[in-house]
């Protein structure tokens, strides 16, 4: 009775802990990481900000540049990850020390001197040695006999034609397509959910403002009414303030991801890339 007793509360223990452990994974995979950015640029300040939190605050990300650089990562109250301090002390020490000149100069006897000859002398001798070798090197292999350069020419071109034809491919077309979908899926998940955007914007030249603003016409249904800029034809300014706000899920990424990795398409791909036409 005692043994089983004792088998019992250890399936319950470790019941417990696999309940534990996939209520984890579900939190990490389900629960999505939100962020947020706002940026200003103009003549005179130029500045953005970037936070992201995860798990209800629990992990806090915070970035800001380029103004006084800024990037650090908390867990709780706890910094994973400081913002970098320039030690400008310890690096005026150093300049310091190797800019003092040397007081004491010590002057060389005679011994040393001839000792110093004997080496630059022994130096020089193996430099010498070094040049007759490479020349020597250099006339035995200009007599070896060289690859012609049409069978190099024609063996590029075979490995061209090899590639663009697994391109062609119907499969080929069929898995870039798939991974196109499977980007654009990421993509949507990712995107920011608000957006706003505001300014005027103007370049020396007319004609590119107007370029720019014509493209800008075309995608405007797609950015939505809060992305709004002006154009100004006169002046060269560039005065833009904006703010973005969306979240990220793990396992968005993770299944599309997966989803690509475990295509069996993708695998008899690489195995004819990597034949290379040989």
């Not at 004792?6 to 939100?34: A, E, H, Q, R």
């Not at 009414?225 to 904006?242: H, M, Q, R």
């Not at 990424?253 to 690509?260: E, F, I, P, S, T």
């Amino acid at each position: 009775m005692i043994i089983l007793d004792i088998l019992k509360w250890i399936g319950i223990i470790l019941l417990v802990l696999l309940l534990i452990l996939l209520c984890v994974l579900l939190l990490v995979l389900f629960l999505p990481i939100k962020y947020y950015g706002e940026g200003t640029y103009n003549r005179e300040q130029q500045y953005a900000l970037f936070k992201a939190r995860w798990f209800w605050g629990l992990v806090r990300v915070r970035a800001t540049f380029p103004r006084k650089p800024y990037f650090s990562v908390k867990i709780l109250w706890i910094e994973i990850i400081k913002p970098k301090q320039e030690k400008q002390e310890t690096q005026e020490a150093l300049q310091e020390e190797k800019s003092e000149p040397l007081t004491k100069e010590s002057t060389p006897a005679p011994e040393e001197k001839k000792v110093e000859q004997t080496v630059k002398a022994e130096r020089s001798e193996k430099k010498q040695d070094e040049l007759l070798e490479s020349v020597e090197d250099t006339a035995s292999s200009s007599k070896k006999p060289k690859e012609p350069i049409w069978d190099k020419w024609i063996g590029i071109k075979e490995k061209i034609q090899y590639y663009i034809g697994i391109i062609n491919e119907q499969e080929t077309k069929d898995l870039i397509a798939h991974c196109k979908m499977r980007i654009l899926k990421i993509l949507k998940s990712i995107r920011p959910r608000k957006l706003r955007c505001c300014g005027t914007v103007g370049f020396a030249s007319p004609d590119t403002t107007g370029y720019l603003f014509g493209g800008y016409c075309m995608v405007s249904s797609y950015l939505g009414k809060n992305v709004i800029l002006t154009p100004d034809f006169e002046n060269e300014i560039i005065d833009v303030t904006g703010s973005l706000k969306g979240h990220i899920t793990v396992f968005v990424l993770g299944w599309n991801a997966l989803r690509v990795y475990l295509d069996k398409r993708l695998m008899r791909l690489i195995r004819k890339l990597k034949k290379g036409g040989r």
